[in-house]
């Protein structure tokens, strides 16, 4: 028996308990700390961009293609694309979230690199990216400044990213909202109009002169040289002395069409900090690193750096991911504060000695759980702290019960070492079967698939350890400790808490059981019909994911009118800033035009690069819960009246990621009959009540500029396929002809391009030759009619079919997916053509299938603690008395939710699995007592009232502890915890109270029919109760 072999060999096991608790302190120390989880998603992103092809030919060369290829993989749970002027972006995510996440990467990369010949020629860029939580910024700063050349700032951006990057704890640093340095070649439309000049022909110049082709190597005796042809140019005179023939024959030099010089590749992204230019550079770190640790040592270096920037280059802190995390720790370090108060607080019953006796358990067992979560790779998030926050409240339950009864045998005159085994051997099949129970409710959602098992699975393993930890403790060091610590001379009644506490039962719970058993028929019908009426609450609760995330930092998204300029776009986010200034509790405004904000949640990854598209990451000094909806509000109506653009606010969801809470799917083959029923959806949005900020991608056209090259006629001018083009391409956007390498041996592209216009007018076009074959220049406007078009502005794909996602918001206050029903109740009266579909994505999507995921597993975690409760009572009746508490407590959690204003939510159903795992172990200990009682020969009757009285106290001290320790997390813990521990404390308030008298009732009748059955068949008398 442990409790015998620690009594006996007390020197070692103090020894082992020691170095537990030190292991528990060195992993305390060593754990990664950081805000969220880090858990691996299986999925891959492909960035395709092809500047000069519009949306339709990005979707039918390059997305339907690597659609079609991947679809052939195996565990693939969605493919989605959308494509745009100029790229595309592939998301490829895979059903199993405990596969191989490199894996799976690696083939979608071999699958797509297979078909790259089969992708056009002009594609410059395909890129894979993994999904990862920590690419999320540590850190994201700013280098500010209105005077720097942008060549200063590149070096000294560029400077920081080499210091960042020697971290071994920093995975990337990139820079961002930076142009790009380059030798800008800029031929003059009028010279080349007036010498009738390609400009084509000055690329193929550049490239001939700047073409970087090894010569060879020849031998000089027995050495043997390299042969230099050329290669990159070193100098600008070189490229401007380059010699070009018109096609008058005279013989001219590029630098008499053009101008040579330094520039910029033309700046599609724009950053600015606090309304001042600025550049962005951000860090992620690498898995398994402590962000808080990770912090310090970068601002060393950054520190070091503000000393070599000069006077106009300024070096600010936008975004600190640590100061959530440090905010997030104090927070629940407060909260384990005051439940450990809280709990203490309870125990005062027990007396002085045996409270610290059972204090003792809870760093112990703390300890235990810490270093089980760092054993295997966790880190120490809000989830596990949370975990260990709610298994506060349950890890000094066996501690209690074991040390109460310690004392009660003390209080029969046993010796110490005596009352200290034979009690902890009284009790220990009672602890052990109701720890297991609590154990198994918890063990199935350890296999919750999808990203809500990813993301939740810390804190179910915080709960396990511990509580498996406590057990053991309060088999083993808690008699041993009760042994040397409790008196054997108190009070045979107890302290003056415990007399006092043992008076009230006598005085008002002893009457109210006796007239219970009286009546234990209508006992338990009356306690079954009260809480089966709970359940009709259900439905007016409402569905959700998770909650919006409290965090100090938010996201406002500008969508300027189709067709905009960047400028355009930058005056409308200036406007925002200026709004968002009014706010003072607003101290960062990082404002990006032309693209999203860097990635600085877990689950949110930057926007597409788009012209007519910015955003403003707002931080704040802190998030309040109260204030926080109200200055939305304030922001929202005064952004709502921004003209031109579409304007909103978005918070950051815990959990796993949505597109948004409300989406609305609808494929079809044809983009315009798409078009006509998306704005169907979005009228349908804009009328429910509740949902705001609705989005539909196609709702305007966008306007192009069709050519109208006519072939035929440029093929019997002898004009080379492709070359119309060519000149446009240049035209307009420039093309690449060689490589500029500077003194310090950086490589610079040069680019021949007309000059950067912010409007280039359509009268360009007249000023543009092409060469014939015989090198013959023919203007382009011979060849061409332009015209205005009405083209979409994206195409967005769903396993393999056309989609368009109409999305919306919901308002303050508003569950999800009350608005989303509203809506489709709307939808289901409209009639879709044949070929058409609509069907429901976001958050209402993701519900189900979480929420399905969830029955099994309750399913199983219940029919695993009722094997427990079979194994320990060996009869199914018994079993069913210590189930049947189950109804009491949720009758309480569901009014807890109620009366809290909260939905059903992921948290939510949590609570409840551990509600039914917490009521059945208090069970077990009543049903268990009164089994040993009616062995030892006591009355049925006088066995149920006796077992109640003195397991009365043991289950009230070990529920109010329960609801101490989580009381924190009720009124502080925010909307991810707070549903959790209202539930649990609601329903052990409501457990507590019925079950004192149903579960006796309950027990009663099972047992009076044993009674009544066995004499009958014995032929004595019936039994009178």
């Not at 020691?18 to 691996?40: N, Q, Y």
């Not at 009118?561 to 800033?577: F, K, Y």
Request: glycine residues 8%; proline residues 5%.
């Amino acid at each position: 028996m442990l409790a015998r072999f620690v009594i006996s060999r007390w020197q070692l096991s103090s020894v082992l308990f020691i170095l537990l608790a030190l292991l528990g302190i060195t992993a305390l120390s060593d754990i990664p700390k950081a805000v969220d989880p880090h858990f691996p998603i299986p999925a891959v992103n492909i960035i395709a961009i092809q500047p000069g092809a519009d949306a339709q030919e990005m979707e039918e060369t390059v997305a339907k293609p690597i659609e079609d290829v991947v679809q052939s993989l195996d565990d693939i749970a969605e493919v989605r694309s959308t494509s745009t002027d100029g790229g595309t972006v592939i998301r490829v995510e895979f059903s199993q979230w405990s596969g191989d996440v490199d894996g799976y990467f690696d083939d979608v990369v071999r699958e797509v690199s297979a078909i790259r010949d089969q992708m056009p020629a002009e594609l410059q860029k395909l890129e894979f990216r993994k999904i990862r939580t920590t690419e999320a910024a540590v850190m994201q700063v700013a280098l500010v400044s209105e005077t720097a050349s942008w060549r200063r700032m590149e070096k000294y951006a560029e400077d920081m990213v080499d210091v960042f990057m020697r971290n071994p704890g920093v995975r990337e640093s990139r820079i961002f909202g930076l142009p790009q340095p380059e030798v800008s070649v800029e031929v003059m439309p009028d010279r080349l109009s007036e010498l009738r000049v390609p400009a084509s022909a000055i690329a193929d110049a550049v490239r001939q002169g700047g073409a970087d082709l090894p010569g060879g190597a020849v031998q000089s005796g027995e050495r043997r040289l390299n042969v230099e042809a050329g290669g990159a140019f070193r100098d600008l005179d070189a490229i401007r002395g380059l010699p070009l023939r018109a096609s008058s024959g005279s013989l001219l030099t590029v630098g008499d069409v053009a101008d040579v010089g330094w520039g910029a590749v033309e700046q599609l992204y724009r950053t600015r900090h606090n309304g001042q230019r600025a550049v962005f550079l951000n860090v992620t770190q690498k898995d398994a690193v402590d962000v808080t640790r990770l912090k310090k040592e970068l601002d060393i270096v950054m520190d070091q750096q503000r000393l070599v920037l000069p006077p106009d280059i300024k070096l600010v802190m936008q975004f600190d991911q640590s100061r959530d995390v440090k905010r997030r720790l104090n927070e629940l370090t407060r909260d384990f504060s005051i439940a450990i108060a809280l709990v203490i607080f309870t125990l005062l019953p027990l007396g002085l000695r045996s409270s610290g006796i059972v204090m003792i358990s809870i760093p112990l067992s703390l300890a235990s759980g810490l270093l089980v979560l760092y054993a295997m790779g966790y880190n120490l998030s809000q989830l596990s702290i949370a975990g260990f926050i709610v298994s506060l409240g349950l890890l000094v339950d066996d501690s209690i019960v074991v040390t109460e009864n310690i004392a009660r045998h003390l209080r029969m005159g046993k010796t110490r070492a005596q009352a200290a085994i034979e009690a902890s051997l009284e009790i220990r099949a009672a602890v052990i079967g109701s720890t297991a129970v609590l154990v198994l409710a918890f063990v199935p959602l350890l296999f919750l698939p999808s990203g809500a098992g990813s993301y939740t699975r810390s804190f179910f393993i915080a709960i396990i350890a511990t509580v498996i930890s406590s057990l053991v403790i309060s088999l083993s060091l808690i008699p041993f400790l009760a042994s040397r610590m409790l008196r054997r001379d108190e009070n045979p009644e107890g302290n003056r808490a415990l007399r006092w506490v043992n008076d009230k039962i006598q005085r008002f719970y002893r009457p109210f059981l006796h007239i219970a058993l009286g009546a234990p028929v209508k006992t338990v019908a009356l306690a079954m019909v009260l809480c089966l009426s709970a359940f009709a609450l259900i439905p007016s609760l409402g569905f959700s994911l998770f909650p919006f995330a409290d965090a100090p930092y938010f996201r406002v998204s500008v969508e300027a009118e189709q067709g905009s300029s960047l400028d355009r776009t930058d005056r409308i986010v200036a406007e925002v800033t200026k709004i968002l200034e009014t706010e003072p509790s607003i101290k960062v405004r990082a404002e990006n035009i032309g693209n999203g904000n860097p990635q600085v949640f877990y689950n949110v990854g930057p926007k597409a690069e788009r012209i007519n598209y910015g955003e403003v990451l707002a931080v704040l000094d802190e998030w309040d819960t109260r204030e926080g909806p109200e200055m939305i509000d304030r922001l929202r109506k005064q952004l709502d009246q921004i003209a031109g653009a579409r304007v909103k606010i978005e918070l950051f969801q815990n959990g796993t990621p949505v597109e948004a809470p409300i989406v609305i799917r609808v494929a079809g083959p044809e983009l315009d009959k798409l078009k006509q029923l998306s704005g169907t959806i979005a009228d349908v949005l804009r009328k429910t009540p509740g949902a705001r900020d609705i989005v539909n991608p196609v709702e305007t056209d966008k306007i192009d500029l069709d050519i109208g090259l006519n072939e035929k006629k440029a093929a019997l001018l002898n004009i080379p396929s492709g070359e119309p083009r060519r000149a446009i391409r240049l035209a307009i956007s420039g093309e690449r002809a060689a490589s500029f390498r500077d003194q310090e041996g950086d490589n610079y592209p040069v680019t021949v391009r007309f000059p950067f216009e912010d409007n280039l007018p359509i009268s360009v076009l007249e000023k543009i030759y092409v060469a014939t074959r015989t090198g013959d220049p023919v203007p382009l406007a011979q060849i061409t009619d332009p015209k205005l078009t009405n083209v979409t502005p994206q195409i967005q794909r769903y396993q393999l079919q056309r989609t368009v996602l109409v999305t919306a918001q919901v308002d303050f206050g508003e569950i999800p997916s009350t608005v989303n029903d509203r809506a489709v109740e709307q939808l289901q009266g409209i009639k879709f053509p044949e070929g058409y579909e609509w069907s429901v994505g976001g958050e209402a999507e993701k519900i189900g299938e979480t929420f399905g995921n969830f029955g099994p597993l309750i399913l199983t975690a219940f029919m695993l603690m009722f094997a427990v409760l079979v194994a320990e009572f060996r009869r199914f009746r018994e079993t069913i008395v210590v189930a049947g508490v189950v109804p009491l407590g949720t009758f309480g959690g569901i009014l807890a939710l109620f009366f809290t204003g909260n939905s059903l939510s992921v948290m939510a159903l949590i609570g409840f699995i551990a509600l039914i795992g917490i009521e059945i172990k208090n069970s077990i200990l009543l049903v268990d007592f009164t089994a040993q009682l009616r062995d030892q020969g006591m009355e049925l009757r006088d066995a149920i009232e006796r077992a109640g009285e003195v397991r009365f106290l043991p289950v009230l001290l070990t529920s109010i502890t329960a609801i101490g320790g989580l009381t924190p997390l009720a009124l502080w813990g925010g909307a991810l915890y707070a549903p959790l521990a209202s539930i649990i404390i609601g329903g052990l308030i409501s457990s507590t109270l019925l079950s004192r008298v149903v579960t006796p009732a309950m027990y009663l009748l099972v047992a009076r029919r044993d009674e009544e059955k066995k004499n009958a068949n014995s032929g004595g008398d019936a039994v009178t109760v």
